[in-house]
């Protein structure tokens, strides 16, 4: 069995309530960090050191989400995490493999009809 956060049944509930959101914020609540965080203390080519525990364990999980907030063109998506005992500001990429691509949160407004 595939390794899963969230389980067919949540997943689909929540690209379904994503899809039909008409709101002004899409606010994704959740435990653990969304995106992906490079713990390494050193920059260069080295061994990532990531949180299996959070997101960054379930890499296809989170993919499938952000593809599909990229393709329905999602707007104004922000994502709240708890537990970690610290504020954070950061930009969630559209893929782990390229942090340097525009954040989701620039992806163009879809028209609200």
């Known amino acids: ?5 969230l389980g067919d049944e ?19 609540a959740n435990q653990m960090f969304f995106t992906q965080r490079d713990r390494t203390p050193e920059p260069g080519p080295q061994e990532r050191t990531f949180n ?18 990229r393709e329905r063109q ?3 998506l922000v994502v709240t995490t708890g537990d970690s005992h610290q504020n954070w500001v950061l930009n969630t990429p559209p893929n782990t493999h390229d ?15």
């Open 1 to 5: 069995m595939a390794r899963t956060t």
């Open 10 to 28: 949540q997943e689909q509930w929540l690209l379904d309530g994503l899809g039909a959101s008409r709101t002004r914020w899409n606010v994704l």
């Open 52 to 69: 299996l525990d959070g997101w960054d364990g379930y890499v296809a999980d989170r993919q499938k989400i952000l593809d599909f907030v």
């Open 74 to 76: 999602i707007r104004n």
């Open 99 to 113: 942090w340097d691509a525009p954040s989701l949160s620039c992806v163009p407004a879809r028209a609200h009809t």
